[in-house]
């Protein structure tokens, strides 16, 4: 598969204040994009998707934006609290496909 | 409702031992894929399947590692005769029907270590 890749590893934000996790994906043909939040020592949660017909999304606090011409990706989560901190993915996935296509993914640091 | 189960959640195995991970997945579902994550990386897909079949093995390995999901029971992956490079976190997640979308719930893993 193609790579799907983070610009930024780590990210440390104060509590209260906004986040932006950036990603890069490079396989054209990929119509549909998941963010997933990964807790120390759990498995990935689905956070919110976007398909790409769209070119953004909210949720309750985030809020997920895709600009397909530069092929990239981003996870903005409002006023970040402490239960915030972890690891957040980005993946990637074609209608049809069986799998998706994760990122290296970028640890969120919320600090108190 | 349980979520996706996996056990053991810690396996400690010496090069050239068997492994065997357990994947229950929610009560409804009949499509299980299971994924491995190396220490500080993402999910790579190794298999998807349904019961009694394998749709999709593109992402496992052609030696060692095989898998199935019985008409009865829990999805199993084996990994015979491990080595060093096998330690990592293996996920299971499912669905109830042939997904790659937010309908796929994964379980807390199963950390593999060969020592």
């Known amino acids: 598969g193609e790579s799907v890749g983070l610009h930024l590893p780590t990210l440390s934000v104060q509590e209260g204040d906004n986040s932006i996790i950036n990603c890069a994906y490079s396989?054209?043909?990929?119509?549909?994009f998941i963010w997933y939040k990964q807790e120390s020592g759990k498995g990935p949660q689905f956070i919110i998707d976007?398909?790409?017909?769209?070119d953004k999304r909210q949720g309750q606090r985030v809020t997920v934006l895709l600009n397909k011409t530069v092929k990239h990706l981003s996870l903005q989560i409002a006023a970040t609290q402490p239960g915030d901190s972890a690891v957040y993915f980005c993946?990637?996935?074609?209608?049809?496909?069986?799998?998706?296509?994760f990122g290296t993914g970028t640890r969120l640091t919320v600090i108190p | 409702n349980a979520g996706v189960m996996q056990n053991p959640r810690h396996l400690v195995r010496r090069r050239g031992q068997e492994a065997r991970l357990r994947c229950s997945p929610m009560?409804?579902?009949?499509?299980v894929y299971w994924y491995r994550q190396l220490p500080e990386e993402g999910l790579k897909f190794m298999v998807y399947?349904?019961?009694?079949?394998?749709?999709?093995e593109s992402g496992m390995p052609k030696e060692r590692f095989s898998a199935e999901f019985p008409k009865e029971g829990p999805s199993i992956l084996r990994i015979q005769q491990v080595v060093r490079g096998d330690s990592a976190a293996y996920f299971c997640?499912?669905?109830?029907?042939?997904?790659?979308?937010?309908?796929?719930?994964f379980g807390e893993g199963s950390r593999l270590t060969v020592l």
């Open positions: 009560k409804g579902h009949s499509h």
């Open positions: 399947l349904q019961k009694e079949n394998i749709i999709d």
């Open positions: 993946a990637e996935t074609s209608t049809g496909a069986n799998n998706l296509f």
């Open positions: 976007i398909r790409s017909n769209m």
């Open positions: 396989n054209s043909a990929s119509d549909y």
């Open positions: 997640a499912s669905s109830p029907r042939q997904t790659n979308t937010g309908e796929l719930f």
